[in-house]
C-alpha cells in the first residue's frame, strides 16, 4: 500500500533524490528477500572468518599458558562458548547457502553458490571430524595432540572460510557491476 501511495502520489524520497553511486542502485532493486539473504551472507562471509584468525593467531596460542590442573575447567567453558558463538553462525550461513542453491536469485551466479556450499560441507565434515572431537577431549584436560588437532583442523577452517568471504565479495562486486 505504501509503495501504491508512494509511486502514485509521488512521495517516494528516491523521486527527489539522484542515485549516484553504484551501490544505492543495487540495493534499490534487489526485493526484500534477496536483501535479507544478501545481507546475512555479507555478515557471515565477513564474521566466520574474522573469528577463526582471532581465534587461529590470539585465542588458541593462549592455550599452552593455563596450568594443567586449571586447564580441565577452562577447556569445557571454552568449549561451550566457543559453540554458542561460531555454531548459529555457521549454521545460518548453511541453511541460506542451501536456500540459494535450491532457489537461485537472479542477481546471483549459480558457481558462486555452489563453490560457497562446497566449502560449507567441507567446513561441517572438519568441524565434525576434527574439532568436536578435539573439544571434547580438551574438555578434559590439556593433551598435546588433541591441541595440534585442533590448530591444524582451525588453519584450514579458517582458510576456507576466507575464501568463502573472498566469494562473498567477488559476488558483491560482479553484482555492482551488473547494475
Excluded at 542502485?25 to 539473504?37: C, E, N, P
Excluded at 576434527?130 to 590448530?151: C, E, I, N
Amino acid at each position: 500500500m505504501l509503495r501504491y501511495f508512494s509511486y502514485h502520489l509521488d512521495l517516494h524520497p528516491l523521486n527527489y533524490m539522484p542515485l549516484t553511486s553504484c551501490t544505492e542502485i543495487v540495493l534499490s532493486r534487489m526485493a526484500g528477500t534477496t536483501m535479507v539473504l544478501f545481507i546475512i551472507v555479507l555478515v557471515t562471509s565477513i564474521a566466520l572468518p574474522s573469528i577463526g584468525w582471532f581465534t587461529l593467531l590470539v585465542h588458541y596460542p593462549l592455550f599452552r599458558t593455563i596450568g594443567r590442573h586449571h586447564f580441565k575447567r577452562f577447556g569445557a567453558t571454552e568449549a561451550v562458548l566457543h559453540t554458542l558463538v561460531i555454531r548459529p553462525l555457521i549454521i545460518i550461513d548453511s541453511l541460506v547457502m542451501i536456500i540459494l542453491l535450491f532457489h537461485p536469485l537472479q542477481q546471483i551466479q549459480l558457481y558462486f553458490v555452489v563453490a560457497a556450499v562446497f566449502c560449507s560441507i567441507v567446513i561441517w565434515i572438519i568441524f565434525i571430524r576434527f574439532q568436536a572431537k578435539s573439544f571434547r577431549t580438551l574438555s578434559t584436560g590439556f593433551y598435546p595432540h588433541a591441541y595440534r588437532v585442533l590448530l591444524g583442523s582451525q588453519c584450514f577452517l579458517t582458510v576456507l572460510l576466507s575464501i568463502r568471504a573472498i566469494l562473498a565479495l567477488a559476488f558483491l562486486f560482479t553484482l555492482l557491476h551488473k547494475y
